[in-house]
Each structure stands twice: as structure tokens, then as C-alpha cells.
């Protein structure tokens, strides 16, 4: 069953512009994670955030985590054409299971 | 970092016969391999658990007597459809987990295996 929710469901932005997602999820977790998924290919992971960090930094990534909202976000910052993608949070439960949600096509336009 | 193989990258077959999809994780001992399944423009949907050398953990709606997985080594796992139907056609994907239950924070992810049933 599908835990994480996130929205929008499609944006499309400008190269060099921010983007952000957001994931909503219903159930007690044990850490989030954010993945991206280029057209009919593989998931790359991104980052991984635990149930007792709020923020954290790859690159130009920032992840947010509010435990209280049960809801987490990705900002993408100075988008690049290459970024164009799918992205899925994907929460983990306590019996190991790894949840994805619907996802967001991100759409970076040169 | 840890690589996990799928083979075949994709396969075409008729209506009624089994298919065989390996995972494989390279370099690293995985002791917990996941499967899911992707419909086109849709999210990776867990079908199944599996820990090497038990049987695998089946998630609701899922049938375990069509979709076989087998976790022989820490190496390799196994996901068969047998007598797949157009309606199985979709992106398999498999993941792999050196960690025993309960300690998988970290899951790397095959390239997928797209079935086509004709």
C-alpha cells in the first residue's frame, strides 16, 4: 500500500530556477528517502533523512523533515536541464519495508 | 558504491509461459533483496520481502504461487511470473540490502526489468 504522498505530481521550471516537492506520509517512520527516477530507468538514491534530523544537505539538495506534520521536502536549487526526472519519497517503517509514494515528473526547461 | 544487476534489462514473451528475472548484488553480501513492480507513470509498488534462505514475505494482494522468488545465496535472488498474461506486462525492480531485518537503512536498487506479455 502507498504511505508517502507527494505533491505537485508534475512541475515544470526554468534551468537555474529552485525546485521543491513535497511528501506527505500517514504512518510512524523510521527514515525517509528521496529517489530519483530518469524516464524507463533505475532509481538513483538521493538522500536519506532519519526520523530525528530535521534538515539535511547533498549538494545542491536540501531535505526537510517535520516528524509532527509527517511530511518532508526536496528542494532542488539552480535546477539543471539533467535534472529532469522523477522523484519518489519513499518512507521506511519499522518492519523494514520501503514505501514509495505517486512521485513527481520534474520537468528543468533550457 | 554497492551495484545490483538485473537480467534480462528486458524480455518479451507469449502469453502463458514463465519468465526469470535474476537480481544480483556485485559486490556485496545481500542479505535482504526487495521486488517491485512499476506500472508506466505510476510509483514502484512492493510486491514482495525476501531473506536469503527463507521463504520470501509476500505483500497484500500479491500472489505468491505467480510470482515465485527465490533467495538461494546472499547473492542472488530470483523473481519468476509464471504463466504471465498481458496484465503482467510492467517494470521489475529489485533491491538489495546488506543489512538482516530491521537494519536495512540502506537499499540498492537494480536497473529494472521491463516484461512485455504478448
Known amino acids: 500500500s502507498q504511505q508517502g504522498e507527494e505533491d505537485p505530481q508534475a512541475l515544470s521550471i526554468q534551468e537555474g530556477e529552485n525546485a521543491t516537492m513535497n511528501c506527505s506520509y500517514k504512518?510512524?517512520?523510521?527514515?525517509l528517502q528521496w529517489y530519483r527516477q530518469n524516464s524507463g530507468r533505475g532509481l538513483v538514491h538521493l538522500i536519506l533523512?532519519?526520523?530525528?534530523?530535521r534538515e539535511k544537505h547533498s549538494g545542491r539538495l536540501r531535505v526537510t523533515l517535520d516528524t509532527s506534520k509527517k511530511s518532508s521536502s526536496l528542494l532542488i536549487t539552480a535546477s539543471r536541464a539533467a535534472d529532469t526526472a522523477s522523484y519518489f519519497c519513499?518512507?521506511?517503517?519499522?518492519?523494514?519495508?520501503?514505501?514509495f509514494g505517486p512521485g513527481t515528473s520534474l520537468s528543468v526547461i533550457p | 558504491g554497492a551495484v545490483v544487476s538485473q537480467h534480462p534489462s528486458w524480455v518479451i514473451c507469449k502469453s502463458g509461459t514463465s519468465v526469470k528475472i535474476e537480481c544480483r548484488s556485485l559486490?556485496?553480501?545481500?542479505?535482504?533483496m526487495f521486488w517491485y513492480r512499476q506500472f508506466p507513470k505510476q510509483s514502484l509498488m512492493l510486491m514482495a520481502t525476501?531473506?536469503?534462505?527463507?521463504?520470501?514475505?509476500?505483500e497484500q494482494g500479491v500472489e505468491k504461487d505467480k510470482f515465485l522468488i527465490n533467495h538461494a545465496s546472499l547473492t542472488l535472488s530470483t523473481l519468476t511470473v509464471t504463466s504471465a498474461h498481458p496484465e503482467d506486462s510492467s517494470f521489475y525492480i529489485c533491491?538489495?540490502?546488506?543489512?538482516?531485518?530491521?537494519?536495512?537503512?540502506?537499499?540498492?536498487f537494480g536497473p529494472g526489468t521491463r516484461l512485455t506479455v504478448l
Open positions: 533523512i532519519r526520523s530525528n534530523e
Open positions: 559486490d556485496f553480501q545481500a542479505t535482504t
Open positions: 533491491s538489495a540490502s546488506p543489512g538482516l531485518a530491521g537494519f536495512t537503512d540502506t537499499q540498492y
Open positions: 504512518t510512524s517512520i523510521n527514515n
Open positions: 519513499a518512507t521506511k517503517t519499522s518492519y523494514d519495508k520501503v514505501i
Open positions: 525476501s531473506n536469503e534462505g527463507s521463504k520470501a514475505t509476500y
